[in-house]
């Protein structure tokens, strides 16, 4: 037998994010995901970020009580073992006795683990013959060597063997004999160990004191357990005022027990369970014997007594089917927060929102598995928003919606249309099925559970979490429910001999692990605030909640549900379980009204009549071969449901029943004829809704309502499978898509993959047609286009453009689309000019010179193809090579304009160019030659600020040397220039020296003047400086000797001879004589 291991989650189902586009079609998108999500039976579905519909709930009104769950006993395998205890309990007290739970390795036996190891190994006695009881130990996970296993055959016999022994129908009388031969001192002895503790008589009879009272057991006794459904006297106890807590520890609460001694119950802290969800119940049973039977015996035995007949019948009574408790006190939504919130904080001892969610899983995991835990929670569950108000933003005429509340109203995700969008079945019942169409809501707290099951009619359902801690959920695909209800069954085969619908009670809950291991297929997921789940047709789920939270629900139906929804009416036939509605009744009224009807869902109901039209008629014929030859027409949808149900497997009857004049209000449908009563054929009558021959007619128009729509997808099938020659135009495909969309087509693979041709086919053609535009633009620029690309600002550049794969992956995609294009052949055209583009370039790049003009032209020719070319920056390079190239060709075709700043800046642009040889060659030139003629300027500059200054000679000879260099040198010009200056000077110089005639002083000074600004070392210079000095000192002698100290008259008059007339008149003349008499005069050598 399996113990409980610590849990491990399954692995997570699916979980989709819509787009905007996708979630604006509620029921399309799940039809969608389906081939997917039903694989796990569940899926979580998360909105567009921007989806938040606000809670809408009035909550200072909102009132509920909630339901009260005992966790373990929400456990198939843990209930099987507490309703075994309960009767070993109940069958020693009826003895007189008192059981108490035994202790192994400081465990609490598990009396039950126990019993079927030991029935598994062939019984007690065959297991005490064959020694097996160490593998009994083995089995039950003990460790061995310890001697286990004679303590468990001790604890066997005296427990469990004499109720074994009972049932086979032994004596009670041996079996008191047996513990009287035990003694009292023996029972002591095995008092620490657990067991069977003798009553001295019945507590209510003259004063006597049980065991609980004597107060000297240590023990545990059996955890006496109180039914779900409380009678009578027990209803009008106040609930909360027997729950108490046991233990240690409030937080992880020890094992439940009823204590022997009034000590140990004064010692017991007891807590306010108004506070708290867990509580913890002393639940004890008593039994009066029967004492008429007493009295008929001769021979009352000794001590505490009961009569065999009394226990045998009271040990046999049925125990009471299992359910949930209502709570007594009714919660708003803030005072049950309050409590769920201190309840999971003190529990885990930390504040909520910091207990990890794999925590509480692998804890609430535990405390189900759990017989010694009795953990109490509170859910408040199947709300009816009719009642309190939906979640959603409704228009129900209470209040008047805000504007943001619109939007969320008219949402088909809102879970009050859902159910009645068009696609959805169950927009055709008119009553409001709460639950089904009327929303549920759920206020969960920590651990509060919802436990396995499926929904009504094997519907989907839908979960919308609107606020508050996660949910966690498991799913099991519908592939796999029978799986499941086939392991629950043998895991728990007890529970469903009593109950054989207990799946469908909502009641039991078994471990996920525990169905892996036997193959069951459980998926799981944390469903959080403002996140859908969806379980699918048939798909088992349950779950429980990581703390206060607040979510709604409801089912809905689509047409692929419908031959489900089939099969569950018969599962439900032969369970004998009741119907929510008619299945056939929903089929005909979708049928009398087709041109409503969804076209895939006219087709599925068309499907489905004709298969129920088929077993209708057979089944009617079978009747009438039987002999019922009296039949009726009646009009079922007006008898109420209650009223049309079978006596034998309560399904609602529509298309037929049988009546029986003795009991006209008793019906059958026809697959239970033979259980109506026993009168004779001629007194039953066939009572049916539609006659056979109307049958026809219903079939007949869904399927024109259906064919409609085959007959469009055969032409759009072959529309979109035509080759190239027999293509349609795109204008046709939009004409089959808007008739689809005017007849309200199914949205299928085939009309999104028309919808999806049509938007590829018309973005196709808006491209081309953009791209042929910028093309002729290009084309016909009057600017290259080039050059406007290179002056434009890169911001403005935003357009981006087609690479030459996208254009041939492009013309491919416009060839292969499944309608014509118009522009597709200018499309083509344009990669044939891309691609002789292409060769060009790669020609002109292959020049070994770069060919400016040839360049400009393939850049203008590529820039008008608006395309994106893997040339064009190389031809960009290349460009910018040959214009530079061009340039210092231009430059050093003429030398005297070739300037060392305009090398440097030619040398400076060509390093910033792509590397390229016959730049490098022109490079290395022109820096030969700027290396040239700044050697040259620097030797220029040199000499003419030389100190000595340089002969004639040697600067000739550099100006000479420097004449070759092909560059304009300012230094070398004007050494030159000195040069020419010099031989000018000296030349004038020896002309004068040569003359006949003496110089004049002036001439001599403006020649010595001249002569010491040329840069050049002029040998006659010193002569003329000589001279100059020597004419200057004779002058300034003379002028001392001869002028007086401020004389108004000149050297020269003075020195010049006078006339006769008189010497005041002398003077006068001489002073008006000619300046050449003066020169004359004054001439010397």
Known sequence: MSVYAEFVPPPECPVFEPSWEDFSDPLGFINKIRPIAEKTGICKIRPPEDWQPPFACDVRNFRFTPRVQRLNELEALTRVKLNFLDQIAKFWELQGSKLRLPHVERKILDLYVLSKVVAAEGGFVTVCKEKRWSKVAARMGFPGGKNTGSLLRSHFERILYPYELFQTGASLTGIHRLYEEVGDGEERDEGPEGGIEEEEGDDREEGRESPCDRGQNKDHTLPERRSRRLKSAEQDR???????????????????????????????????????????????????????????????????????????????????????????????????????????????????????????????????????????????????????????????????????????????????????????????????????????????????????????????????????????????????????????????????????????????????????????????????????????????????????????????????????????????????????????????????????????????????????????????????????????????????????????????????????????????????????????????????????????????????????????????????????????????????????????????????????????????????????????????????????????????????????????????????????????????????????????????????????????????LGGGLDVELAELPRLKQELQQARWLDEVRLTLAEPQRVTLELMKRLIDSGVGLAPHHAVEKAMAELQEILTVSERWEDKARTCLQARPRHSMATLESIVLEAKNIPAYLPNVLALREALQKAKEWTAKVEAIQNGSNYAYLEQLESLLARGRSIPVRLDPLPQVESQVASARSWRERTARTFLKKNSTYTLLQVLSPARTSGFMGTVRASAREPRSCWRRRGAWR
């Open 238 to 860: 106040k609930e909360l005022k027997n729950l108490q807590i046991f233990g240690s520890s409030p937080k992880m609460v020890g094992l439940e027990i009823v204590p022997a001694d009034d000590g140990f119950n004064k010692k017991q802290r007891h807590l306010k369970a108004q506070a708290f969800a867990i509580k913890m119940r002393q639940r004890k049973e008593t039994l009066e014997v029967n004492f008429i039977d007493l009295y008929m015996c001769l021979d009352v035995p000794k001590g505490d007594w009961r009569c065999p007949k009394c226990v045998a019948e009271e040990c046999s009574k049925p125990r009471e089917a299992f359910g949930f408790e209502q709570a007594v006190r009714e919660y708003s939504l803030q005072s049950f927060g309050e409590m769920a919130d201190h309840f999971k904080s003190d529990y885990f001892n930390m504040p909520v929102h910091m207990v990890p969610t794999e925590l509480v899983e692998k804890e609430f995991w535990r405390l189900v598995s759990s017989i010694e835990e009795d953990v109490i929670v509170e859910y408040g569950a199947d709300i009816s928003s009719k009642d309190v108000g939906s979640g959603f933003p409704v228009r129900d005429g209470k209040r008047r919606l805000l504007s943001e509340e619109e939007e969320y109203a008219n949402s088909g995700w809102n879970l009050n249309n859902m159910p009645v969008l068009e696609q959805s079945v169950l927009t055709h019942i008119n009553a409001d099925i709460s639950g089904m169409k009327v929303p549920w809501l759920y206020v969960g707290m920590c651990f509060s559970s919802f436990c396995w099951h499926i929904e009504d009619h094997w519907s989907y359902s839908i979960n919308f979490l609107h606020w508050g801690e996660p949910k966690t959920w498991y799913g099991v695909p519908a592939q796999a429910a029978e799986q499941l209800e086939a392991v629950m069954k043998k895991v728990a085969p007890e529970l469903f001999d009593s109950q054989p619908d207990l799946l469908h009670q909502l009641v039991t809950i078994m471990n996920p692990n525990v169905l892996m291991e036997h193959g069951v297929p459980v998926y799981r997921t944390n469903q959080c605030a403002g996140e859908f789940v969806v379980t699918f047709p048939r798909a088992y789920h349950s779950g429980f909640n990581q703390g206060y939270n607040f979510a709604e629900a409801v089912n809905f139906c689509t047409a692929d549900w419908l031959p489900m929804g089939r099969q569950c009416v018969a599962h439900y036939r032969r369970l004998h379980r009741y119907c929510v509605f008619s299945h056939e009744e929903l089929l005909c009224k979708m049928a009398a009204d087709p041109e409503s009807l969804d076209v895939e869902l006219a087709a599925a109901v068309f499907r489905e009549m004709g298969e129920m039209t088929e077993e209708e008629i057979r089944l009617r014929q079978a009747v009438q071969q039987m002999g019922v030859l009296s039949s009726e027409q009646e009009v079922f949808e007006l008898v109420p449901d209650d009223e049309r149900q079978c006596q034998k497997c309560k399904t609602t009857c529509f298309l037929s029943a049988l009546t029986c004049s003795c009991s006209p209000e008793r019906l059958v449908c026809l697959h239970h004829v033979n259980d109506l009563c026993d009168c004779p054929l001629a007194s039953k009558c066939l009572r049916y809704r539609y006659a056979l021959d109307e049958f026809p007619s219903m079939l007949h128009g869904v399927k024109s309502r259906a064919q409609s729509y085959d007959t469009w997808a055969k032409r759009v099938t072959e529309a979109l499978a035509a080759d190239h020659k027999n293509k349609k135009d795109l204008i046709e495909l939009k004409v089959m898509l808007e008739d689809a969309e005017d007849r309200k087509y199914p949205e299928n693979n085939l009309f999104r993959h028309l919808k999806e041709m049509v938007k590829e086919a018309e973005t196709c053609s808006s491209v081309a047609q953009l791209l042929l535009s910028h093309c002729s633009a290009g084309l016909h620029s009057i600017e290259p286009a080039y050059s406007l690309r290179r002056q434009r600002p890169e911001s403005s550049r935003v357009r981006s453009k087609l690479t030459v794969e996208e254009l041939k992956a492009f013309v491919e995609q416009l060839f292969r689309l499944p309608c014509v294009i118009s522009h597709a052949r200018q499309v083509k055209e344009l990669l044939e000019n891309v691609e002789d583009f292409h060769e060009r370039a790669q020609a002109a790049l292959a020049d070994e010179t770069p060919d400016s003009s040839k360049l400009q032209a393939l850049l203008d």
